[in-house]
């Protein structure tokens, strides 16, 4: 499996590269991980947005990138979007994709409890904690 995947640091500073690819100065936002600690995502799709992220800036115009990583199914396909913007700020591109990543899910976060009061709505209790 570790072939097959990217660590989040990993893949964060992958888009960070592919941005300043062809010009060093090009600023790259990343959003819609940040509540994320850990994650491995599929490496071949990491490429693909490295290199969609890579196309946007060929434009000599676009002086900023963003990258949106939205919940399609959530703990395994987000959909990525990489938007490349202007000096005056306008958006002048944008390329939608599909990202695999592996997310831990809430119980990652409460292997240290000794009690945990679960008051979700049905809904959401997928597991018996």
């Known amino acids: 499996m570790k072939c097959m ?3 989040l640091p990993d893949f964060l500073a992958k888009m960070q ?13 990343i959003k819609g991980l940040e509540n994320i600690d850990t994650a491995k995502v599929a490496s071949l799709r990491c490429g693909r947005i490295e290199e969609e992220i890579y196309e946007v800036t060929q434009d000599p115009d676009i002086t900023e990138v963003e990258l949106r990583i939205v919940p399609f199914n959530p703990e395994v396909i987000y959909s990525s979007i990489a938007k490349g913007y202007d000096a005056s700020g306008k958006c002048k591109i944008a390329i939608l ?18 009690v945990i009061d679960d008051r979700r709505s049905a809904g959401h209790k997928q597991t018996q904690l």
């Open 5 to 7: 995947h990217t660590k």
């Open 17 to 29: 590269a592919a941005a300043k690819r062809i010009r060093p100065e090009t600023k790259i936002t």
């Open 97 to 114: 994709d599909d990202l695999a990543a592996d997310i831990p899910t809430v119980e990652y976060y409460l292997t240290d409890a000794e």
